[in-house]
Each structure stands twice: as structure tokens, then as C-alpha cells.
Nanobody
Framework: QVQLVESGGGLVQAGGSLRLSCAAS????????MGWFRQTPGKEREFVAA????????GYADSVKGRFTISRDNAKNTVYLQMNSLKPEDSAVYYC???????????????????WGQGTQVTVSS
């Protein structure tokens, strides 16, 4: 059974930092892009960041560029999201996602990802 398990969420003050982790099990995603998305109540899930299979290419939503950094460790089958200079508007449930197919590039499209974690809550207080 394939599982993606996020961790690292929590409550932080504005300007603070958090590091999210997503550990995959049940299969390897070393040849596939992985990403982070977030969602708030009543809104659609939105793209945050993505990384291709060998970390050669990354992409970010405009709202997080320069503040968030995505990385991965294929030996650990894990993807990370370092979040700095957090703002109250970054508060959301953050989801890890993985594409089941081999791709050379990443995607910001939620429908391109086949596996999802259960989400981890990030709350940024002002």
C-alpha cells in the first residue's frame, strides 16, 4: 500500500519558519516529480511547489517564491518544504503529492498527481 505521510506542521508566529517533511512508503518515487499543495476551507487546493525527479528543476507559486524551498532525498524517498518568513495567509492544510509516472519535469496541476498525503495543518499567527 502506497502512503505519503506529512509531518512538521504546527503553529508559528508571522515571520517564523517551519519545515515540512513527506515520507513515502510502499513504492519509490525516485523517477517521478513530487509536489506540495495547500488548501483552506471553502477554497480549491492550490499549488505551492514542485520538484522533478533528480532535483534539477523546481517550481513555485508566485505567492511563496523567495520564501519557500522544496527539496528531496531520493535515498529516503522523502520530499521537504522549508518555509521561511511565514505570513498569516500561508495558513492552510499542506498536502504532499506524488506522480506515479516517470516524468522529466514537474507540474503545478493538481490532476497530474496520483498519490496524496493526509495533510498537515500550518497556522501562522499575526
Amino acid at each position: 500500500q502506497v502512503q505519503l505521510v506529512e509531518s512538521g506542521g504546527g503553529l508559528v508566529q508571522a515571520g517564523g519558519s517551519l519545515r515540512l517533511s513527506c515520507a513515502a512508503s510502499g513504492r519509490t518515487f525516485n523517477s517521478s516529480p513530487m509536489g506540495w499543495f495547500r488548501q483552506t476551507p471553502g477554497k480549491e487546493r492550490e499549488f505551492v511547489a514542485a520538484i522533478n525527479w533528480n532535483s534539477g528543476s523546481t517550481g513555485y507559486a508566485d505567492s511563496v517564491k523567495g520564501r519557500f524551498t522544496i527539496s528531496r532525498d531520493n535515498a529516503k524517498n522523502t520530499v521537504y518544504l522549508q518555509m521561511n518568513s511565514l505570513k498569516p495567509e500561508d495558513s492552510a492544510v499542506y498536502y504532499c503529492a506524488a506522480d506515479s509516472r516517470w516524468r522529466s519535469t514537474w507540474s503545478s496541476n493538481v490532476y497530474e498527481y496520483d498519490y496524496w498525503g493526509q495533510g498537515t495543518q500550518v497556522t501562522v499567527s499575526s
